[in-house]
């Protein structure tokens, strides 16, 4: 089966900067979208970006845009996000999931296959 392995977690100081990493075996990310979540302690998990192998379009939640962006590398078979201007709202767990039906979703039920996260905690 699919299996995700998200990492490039830990503290940040408020403004500084990660690069999250989803780093994927038994399929190939180009012929699938690959979304970010993100869960802080007791709220729903949110969706964050995609990127879709349909198109390659890059897409973001209205909270992330300028701040947030997805990138892959299809020779490591590994999707990015590089998180900029971190702010402590961005405190959760943040998750990689992958569609293989295509298109990207900002619904967790549209994705069958997750991670098991990396977390990201900002300090002020």
């Known amino acids: 089966e699919v299996q995700l392995v998200e990492s490039g977690g830990g503290l940040v100081q408020a403004g500084g900067s990660l690069r999250l990493s989803c780093a994927a075996s038994?399929?190939?990310?180009?012929?699938?979208?690959i979304g970010w979540f993100r869960q802080a302690p007791g709220k729903e998990r949110e969706w964050v970006s995609c990127?879709?192998?349909?198109?390659?379009?890059?897409y973001y939640a209205d909270s992330v845009k300028g701040r947030f962006t997805i990138s892959s590398d299809s020779a490591k078979n590994t999707v990015y996000l590089q998180i900029n201007s971190l702010k402590s709202e961005d405190t959760a767990v943040y998750y990689c999931?992958?569609?293989?039906?295509?298109?990207?979703?900002?619904?967790?039920?549209?994705?069958?296959?997750w991670g098991r996260g990396t977390q990201v905690t900002v300090s002020s």
């Open positions: 038994r399929f190939t990310f180009d012929d699938n979208v």
């Open positions: 990127i879709s192998a349909t198109d390659g379009g890059t």
């Open positions: 999931a992958s569609d293989p039906l295509g298109g990207c979703s900002r619904r967790t039920s549209e994705y069958p296959y």
